[in-house]
């Protein structure tokens, strides 16, 4: 059998919803998420109170869902607030309806 050496062309759409796929693959982050979409926002440390872990785990999470943009922080001194970057959730909605369809 021959193998076919041409590389895979990605669509955009398919490289963004595996960003976000990614984000969403351990179960704290997506308790994280929901959370916050029933928040207007809020600090780490109220996050630490919620979850039973360290608050070094949370700010890993919380670091993994601000790099794949479906969360934003903001500086308030000395803490950070976070919330859900409503833009790109819309945007990860319409690519996980779409995949499933």
């Given at each position: 059998m021959e193998r076919n050496l041409t590389p895979l062309a990605h669509k955009e759409n398919n490289k963004t919803l595996a960003k976000f796929a990614k984000a969403l693959g351990h179960p704290t982050r997506i308790a994280i998420?929901?959370?916050?979409?029933?928040?207007?926002?809020?600090?780490?440390?109220?996050?630490?109170e919620i979850f039973p872990l360290a608050q070094s785990t949370i700010s890993q999470h919380l670091k993994e869902l601000k790099n794949a943009g479906l969360i934003q922080g903001e500086l308030k001194p000395p803490k950070i607030k976070y919330c859900i970057n409503q833009k790109n959730w819309n945007i990860a909605k319409s690519l996980f309806q779409q995949f499933f369809e």
């Amino acid at each position: 059998m021959e193998r076919n050496l041409t590389p895979l062309a990605h669509k955009e759409n398919n490289k963004t919803l595996a960003k976000f796929a990614k984000a969403l693959g351990h179960p704290t982050r997506i308790a994280i998420l929901k959370h916050l979409e029933n928040q207007s926002c809020c600090f780490t440390g109220d996050l630490v109170e919620i979850f039973p872990l360290a608050q070094s785990t949370i700010s890993q999470h919380l670091k993994e869902l601000k790099n794949a943009g479906l969360i934003q922080g903001e500086l308030k001194p000395p803490k950070i607030k976070y919330c859900i970057n409503q833009k790109n959730w819309n945007i990860a909605k319409s690519l996980f309806q779409q995949f499933f369809e």
